[in-house]
Every structure is written in C-alpha cells, then in structure tokens.
C-alpha cells in the first residue's frame, strides 16, 4: 500500500521545494516596522529585491558589547554590528532591538563584489537606529564570511576613522568590565 502512493509524495515534496525557490508562496503582509525599515533602505537608494522579514530581536546591554572573549561569549556579532553605528550603544541599553533583512541593488557593494547586498535594519522602538550591509554569496551554498560594512557599505575605519587596533582598544576601554 505504501509503496504505491511513495511516488506520489516524493513528487508532491518535490514541486513544494519547487515553487518555493521561485517564490510562488506569497509571503506575509510587512509589519508596520518593515514598511518603516523598508522605506529607510530605498530612501538610500537601494532597491529592495527580496526581504526576509524579522530576522533578529534582542534586548541590548552592556555585557553583549563585551570584547574579553567575544567569540568564546557570542558577543562577537553584537561587537561588530555596533561598531559600525553613528549612534552610541548606550542609547539603547535595556532596549528591545528588532532586525529586518532586505536583499537590496544598487548598493556600492554590488559593484565591488559583482553580487547582490543584504542589508539589515535596526529599530527600537518604531524607529531606525541603525544598519549593517553584507555582499550575498552568488552561489547557494557558499558563505561569504568576514567583519560586515556599515549600511553605506564604509569599512569600521572609515566609519570610525581609526584603525581597528585603535577601535578595539577603546570599545575594550569603554565596554569591558
């Protein structure tokens, strides 16, 4: 009995992934934090290819800003995204941040890398705080690894105007215990 609806189900499962690699599921209405985050990526110019929707949401404190050991701690993603901001951390303290992802062209990574950028927004509270921007992997399954840019695509040096020896020493001065 199995046997005989195996086929069917194996093609079934097949045209499910199918029709989801070309995005013929329609995907949820944006929240209203999404429209704002959105219209913060075109207001840069950017066009929005494809969005991911809520990626990420957390509560900042000073211990997740912590370099001692950041990769051992995890603290290493919040260290890197936060370094690039134009607005001080500290602002945000006790604050719920929420993350929305955004396949973007006309990015001045595009060009650098030859591929797609996937920015993503920060807001707290209905308002934008701030972004980051990374250059997509062209081929599905490969990873592209590495420090990400500032949401104009500017490196943490040219953002902060030190160099990273520079900046560790005093993001360790200002956010280490």
Not at 83 to 88: A, H, I, P
Not at 113 to 129: A, F, K, L, Q, W
Not at 150 to 158: N, P, S
Request: hydrophobic share 35%; net charge negative; aromatic share 12%.
């Amino acid at each position: 009995m199995w046997k005989k609806f195996l086929p069917i189900v194996c093609f079934i499962i097949l045209l499910l992934l199918l029709l989801s690699r070309f995005d013929v599921f329609p995907k949820p209405p944006m929240s209203e934090d999404e429209k704002t985050a959105a219209a913060y990526v075109e207001s840069h110019g950017y066009k929005i290819e494809g969005r991911e929707g809520k990626a990420f949401t957390y509560i900042l404190d000073k211990s997740r800003l912590n370099s001692e050991a950041a990769s051992a701690s995890g603290n290493l993603p919040y260290i890197q995204i936060w370094g690039l901001q134009e607005n001080d951390p500290e602002n945000y303290f006790g604050k719920e941040i929420s993350t929305y992802a955004f396949t973007v062209s006309g990015h001045p990574l595009d060009k650098q890398y030859n591929t797609h950028t996937r920015v993503t927004i920060m807001m707290v509270d209905g308002e934008v705080v701030g972004g980051t921007s990374f250059p997509e992997a062209k081929e599905e399954g490969l990873l592209l690894t590495g420090w990400p840019y500032g949401l104009d695509g500017r490196t943490l040096e040219e953002i902060t105007g030190l160099s990273y020896a520079e900046w560790s020493v005093e993001w360790a001065r200002k956010y280490n215990d």
